[in-house]
């Protein structure tokens, strides 16, 4: 693919203005397709691709939740966590309310509302990971410091096998 400019996503601005060092990288969006056409198409592991999840609380807090792309969030066990009765993903509609990202353009940088963000741990020990950059088929690779440096992320140990 040719060399595609960068987007002025909101997010790729917060990455800018915390000095956060990225790759773009650009691939061509599958509606449902999720990670494995991320991964697929920039022959990269899927376990290193880092999906972005806006979920709620019984409380209707929103929150996000950073997961390895081949892997399932155990609502349970962050219910737990959190010390809430339960947690679950958010309509499109009310995560793009909450994020200002469509649905598969979601990214944990540069939210139009400012949530809690929680990482599954084992994120953390990756040399790199790619994360949306703010619309589809748009991933940055980054250093995945980053997540907790600049997003505050709380590291949390939920994650589960995928389908």
Do not use: W
């Not at 399932?72 to 509609?93: F, H, I, M, N, Q």
């Not at 809690?116 to 994360?131: D, G, K, S, W």
């Amino acid at each position: 693919m040719a060399a595609a400019k960068v987007p002025s996503t909101p997010a790729v601005l917060a990455l800018r203005a915390a000095g956060v060092a990225f790759k773009p990288h650009f691939y061509e969006y599958e509606e449902h397709g999720g990670t494995a056409v991320s991964s697929r198409e920039l022959d990269v592991n899927e376990h290193e691709v880092v999906k972005t999840l806006v979920m709620a609380d019984d409380n209707e807090r929103p929150i996000i939740v950073l997961m390895h792309g081949d892997m399932k969030v155990s609502t349970k066990a962050l219910a737990r966590t959190l010390g809430v009765k339960r947690v679950e993903p958010c309509r499109p509609d009310v995560a793009h309310k909450h994020s200002g990202y469509q649905v598969g353009g979601t990214s944990p940088f540069g939210t139009r509302k400012r949530m809690p963000v929680y990482v599954e741990r084992t994120i953390l020990a990756l040399p790199h990971i790619y994360i949306n950059g703010g619309s589809r088929g748009f991933l940055v690779e980054i250093d995945p410091a980053a997540i907790t440096t600049v997003l505050g992320a709380t590291p949390v140990y939920v994650a589960i096998p995928g389908d």
